[in-house]
């Protein structure tokens, strides 16, 4: 058999930097998680300072302060003075004029607020970056139009090449206790009978839950009365309600809890990130831990508020007040700190996307909505390249319910030689 050489990830970032020259200098790079998509981008910074015979003025708009921060200690690595790092928040909120806008996530401003980047930012050339655009949102129409994607380097690709350390995915099935089980099969079934009032159509009823006109026009079709506008809505409202407490069920289940506390204790030499959809299961998941192990876990999420210094004082003697950001940020110092006990972080998808932490091998997704995008940039936190590493990702999952369907759907795009069906933890090895 003929040896295949394999292209290094170097090349393959030159070839996006072609295709972009291609599309004009404008266009969005869709790369999976550890491919090297803020790489991409300095090349085509370093690229750009040295062509042209003045300095260029650049904004790059990020969704979060950690990401941003870490924008900055790129840019100080390949010593690219003068770029403007700014929160989309920030950006919206005045006008700006540059050569170039880079937009780091940008599938996450094209809802109506942050989608007014393209029109607050004026610009030559724009690039946008992200993991993983899901083409069935009708919002995304807004990239297709301003920024569509010039080049695609999905997951498997980065696999194949050894651009991401090899992996494994455990979909470990878990059942509800009796009294959630009842909890669940009751919001289920009125959210089915208010569901298929609007003939199982989501758009429809979120539209009618909201819009007078829109409930009219529905009421019209059913029963030929206009006036009938406030059932349609009721009937919105009741099963927008229970398909909540249906997600809140599944997202908070106690087993879920208690399988993610039984994982930390397998694996004690392992740095774990947990990925959960609320910050009461990222707290469960970080108080259960603690209390089995000892205290070798942190919480992560927006909720986390600021706390006085044990070390620091002012200067009347009283201790130093540090801000929410802060903390954070010192909890993630402490998981990357070797000589610290911290090994475990619980998050509520504050680290979901943008987040590089180096030294993690193991991650377990305690609940998780339906989109593949999601899922590529938690599974991208823990399979970045590291010789000799073999990742373990453990997805949670209550068999027979919803939960089980969104994991199909968002586990599209990771290879299935990749994935183990398993129903006893004692499976993840």
Partial sequence: MAFKEIPSKTARQKVCLKLYKEAGFGGTLEAATGFGKTHVAIMFLLRLFAFLNYTPKVLVVVDSSYLRDQWYEELGFWKIEGIDVKIINTVIKSKHVVDLLILDEIHGYVAEKFGMVFHMVTYKWILGLTATIDIDDEKNAIIAARCPIFDVVPLSECRENGWVSEFTVYNLALSLSPVDRIAYDKASKQFNIGFAIFNHQFPLMMSCLSNRSDAEEHAVRLYKDPTRYGEIMGAARRANGAMQRRKDILYNARI??????????????????????????????????????????????????????????????????????????????????????????????????????????????????????????????????KDNKHAIIVDLYINDTQDFKWLKSRQKMIPKNCIRWISNIKDVI
């Fill in 256 to 385: 879920k809890v208690e399988t993610a506390v039984q994982l930390a204790g397998m694996f004690p030499n392992k740095k774990i990130l947990y990925f959960s959809q609320s910050t009461q299961m990222a707290e469960d998941v970080n108080d259960g831990i603690n209390d089995a192990w000892g205290e070798i876990s942190v919480s992560y999420h927006s909720e986390v508020k600021g706390e006085e210094s044990k070390t620091e004082r002012t200067k009347t003697g009283k201790p130093k007040r540090i801000g929410s950001k802060d903390v954070r940020k010192n909890r993630i110092q402490r998981l990357l700190r070797p000589d610290d006990s911290i090994r475990i972080l619980s998050a509520a998808k504050a680290l979901d996307q943008g987040a590089d932490i180096d030294g993690i091998d193991m991650g377990c997704i305690t609940s998780g909505n339906s989109t593949q995008r999601q899922t590529v940039q938690r599974i991208g936190r823990i399979i970045r390249y």
